[in-house]
């Protein structure tokens, strides 16, 4: 007889402790998430060791709690480094005001900060300040960095305060962020674990002359965020992406491209291999028949410019004898779901993700209207990230069924 055992692997979670009243929090938080079978590692800012003392959450965890970022124990002398790559996750909680701006900017002059600039791993705060503190613009001109970073921020919540005012700027209590942790590790682990996902984005580029081209505005941060959302889902992510000002995610493979034939040769060299493939980019309808290798001098004469169709990507993508699982875009400027639908019919797509061109390109922000065979879902205006994640969660969602 065969006795198979279950073997339950614990994740591992960085919890960094900010200065700040809130921090009394964390312990229980500490105790609840080591009770779920998360193992714990602490690191505590010197402000953090004022409110709360390093051996209670010693004690509540089992794990040594690291402070100092010159702590000559620590393997190589690298407590960054090492601490970093072994957490599958960090959350900061408390967040203060003073770490929010540190991580907004880039300045790594501690342990956590330093940790979480070196990180490779998702990344999760929770606020904790005066509501003036809150609500002060450069704060929230902070906040808005992180989250196009794709920084989780959990909370905070509105009430009592330490100082005594009422408002926003509580920490979410213990219970709640340990849920949202769990729900992470669960997304994290299971929701794209081992499929492959294809993502294309930003705009092509059309060369006229040496010089000049036909382009477009799109900004390509909604397919880096649905990549970097893939691959927090555990997903293997290629991104295919044209001319942008934007640093890639770190997924398994990133290639460059400028035309759309550019593009589809790329695609079409990845797609045999791939389960999804999320068409973002907004790839040119056109291409000049004939590219001048020169610069053309400008004259006072009228100049017409011969344009030809370029290969529908998509289209090539959805009519493979046997596709991947192919979401599609549509930019509209005016009757959103009539095209949108028009278009998602005439491309055999199980998903098409519809919004206003003129609100959506370039913005942080985008309010999307999905369209599949169950009907139309809205996802209110929200960063482009959070967006991109809700996406990835209804895109596993409906390929599960289709495999069903």
Not at 7 to 17: A, D, E, S, Y
Not at 100 to 121: E, F, P, Y
Not at 289 to 313: V, Y
Request: hydrophobic content about 45%; charged content about 20%.
């Amino acid at each position: 007889m065969t006795v198979q055992h279950s073997v339950t692997t614990k994740k591992n979670l960085l919890l960094g402790i900010t200065g700040g009243v809130a921090a009394y929090k964390t312990a229980e938080l500490a105790r609840v998430l080591a009770q779920d079978d998360i193992n714990v590692q602490t690191v505590m800012t010197e402000a953090a060791c004022r409110f709360i003392g390093p051996m209670t959450l010693q004690s509540l965890t089992g794990n040594a709690v690291y402070t100092d970022l010159w702590d000559t124990n620590t393997v190589n002398n690298m407590a960054h480094i090492n601490l970093s790559r072994q957490a599958e996750m960090i959350l900061v909680a408390p967040a203060s005001a003073d770490f929010i701006a540190k991580l907004a900017n880039g300045i790594a002059d501690d342990l956590l900060t330093t940790i979480c600039l070196a990180r490779d791993c998702p990344l999760m705060i929770a606020p904790a300040m005066n509501r003036q503190m809150w609500s002060n613009p450069a704060t929230q001109r902070n906040l808005s960095l992180l989250r196009r970073d794709g920084i989780r921020v959990l909370g905070p919540a509105a009430g009592q305060q330490a100082c005594g005012e009422i408002g926003m700027g509580r920490m979410l209590e213990a219970s709640d962020l340990a849920e949202a942790v769990q729900h992470a590790f669960q997304v994290n682990a299971s929701l794209l674990k081992n499929k492959r996902v294809l993502v294309t984005a930003g705009p092509t580029f059309e060369a006229i002359d040496a010089v000049r081209g036909l382009t477009n505005k799109s900004s390509g941060k909604m397919g880096y965020a649905l990549a970097q959302a893939a691959l927090e889902a555990g997903a293997d992510v290629r991104l295919v992406s044209g001319p942008t000002c934007l640093i890639p995610p770190a997924v398994h493979k990133f290639i460059q491209v400028v035309s759309a034939d550019d593009m589809l040769h790329a695609v079409e060299a990845e797609i045999s291999q791939i389960d999804i493939f999320i068409s973002v980019a907004a790839v040119a309808d056109y291409r000049v028949a004939t590219i001048s290798q020169h610069k053309i001098k400008k004259t006072d004469k009228k100049m017409m410019l011969e344009l030809i169709p370029n290969p529908d990507i998509l289209l090539t993508v959805s009519r493979l004898p046997s596709p991947p699982f192919c979401v599609g875009f549509a930019a509209e400027t005016d009757q959103l779901e009539k095209n949108a639908t028009l278009k998602r019919h005439q491309k055999n797509l199980p998903l098409l993700v519809a919004n206003l061109a003129q609100d959506a390109i370039g913005s942080d922000e985008s309010e999307l209207m999905l369209l599949d065979d169950h009907g139309k879902h809205m996802l209110p205006k929200a960063p482009k990230i959070e967006q991109a994640r809700h996406l990835i969660k209804h895109i596993s969602a409906l390929y599960e069924l289709q495999k069903s």
